[in-house]
């Protein structure tokens, strides 16, 4: 598997930074050529699914995803969300805790551990795709982060 991380501090509340983290649809703005769409009843909680569809018109992939894990931010304590991805392209899981941060501000972390089909195409190519990963999480943090603050000042 391929795992990479990548972390930012966003000038808002943790509660505030946690709903627009699990607000699924929301990706979509921070991940270029993605679109997300919830595929169950609810979007929160354990068994939650939805779909990020990434790539231009007809060509692109699927990358379904189940929660598996579910842990709000409450009393101090930070929040988790874990993910499983059931598609054709990619497999594995991604997560992320939104902890306090400096000042009254939030600390993300996203870790995601992936192999891409078919799963031997993982091992040699494992290094490029956690070196991509951390450098487009990066940005996707820093997008998210930016739309946050915009909205608290």
Do not use: C, N
Request: overall charge negative; cysteine-free.
């Amino acid at each position: 598997m391929a795992r990479f991380a990548a972390s930012i501090d966003v000038a808002a509340p943790v509660e505030r930074v946690w709903e627009r983290m699990t607000d699924w649809p929301a990706h979509a703005r921070w991940i270029p050529l993605t679109s997300v769409r919830v595929t169950s009843a609810r979007s929160d909680g354990v068994g939650a699914t939805f779909v990020a569809h990434s790539g231009v018109g007809m060509i692109g992939f699927d990358d379904p995803m189940e929660v598996v894990e579910w842990s709000p931010p409450a009393d101090g304590l930070p929040g988790y969300v874990r993910v499983q991805k059931h598609g054709r392209v990619i497999l594995g899981w991604a997560g992320f805790e939104v902890a306090a941060g400096p000042g009254h501000g939030s600390r993300v972390r996203w870790t995601e551990d992936v192999q891409v089909a078919p799963v031997l195409l993982t091992r040699p190519v494992g290094w490029l795709i956690e070196v991509g990963g951390r450098f487009g999480f990066d940005r996707v943090l820093k997008a998210m982060a930016a739309e946050i603050e915009g909205e608290v000042r």
